[in-house]
């Protein structure tokens, strides 16, 4: 079992930068492939970022590559997402997920266990 509780949220000027965290509870953090989906007014969740076990390897939506950095940092149990740039459509509820096993998945079906999510407005 994974608890994921998201911080970081808030409110930034187009342009800005928040820091996202999702920090985990349990011994088997570090056997998770982790990602970040966000979920704006009335659209589907959609896939952001995840990273491997190892941290690694990256996978990025198009929408956010080159803006956004994922990252984990197993000794605190915590895994990041960096957004610079932002863009008034990145605006959303931002959900950590963790995946037990391996990475690359882009569908919210394939993850496990999900955080309750953070608030990122962005004002233009």
């Known amino acids: 079992q994974v608890q994921l509780v998201e911080s970081g949220g808030g409110l930034v000027q187009a342009g800005g930068s928040l820091r996202l965290s999702c920090a985990a509870s349990?011994?088997?953090?570090?056997?998770?492939?982790m990602g970040w989906f966000r979920q704006a007014p009335g659209k589907e969740r959609e896939f952001v970022a995840t990273?491997?076990?190892?941290?690694?390897?990256?996978f990025y939506a198009d929408s956010v590559k080159g803006r956004f950095t994922i990252s984990r940092d197993d000794a605190k149990n915590t895994v990041y997402l960096q957004m610079i740039s932002l863009k008034p459509e990145d605006a959303a509820v931002y959900y950590c997920?963790?995946?037990?096993?391996?990475?690359?998945?882009?569908?919210?079906?394939?993850?496990?266990?999900w955080g309750q999510g953070t608030q990122v407005t962005v004002s233009s």
């Open positions: 990273i491997s076990r190892s941290g690694g390897s990256t």
């Open positions: 997920a963790a995946r037990a096993g391996s990475y690359g998945y882009t569908q919210a079906r394939a993850y496990d266990y």
């Open positions: 349990g011994r088997t953090f570090s056997n998770n492939a």
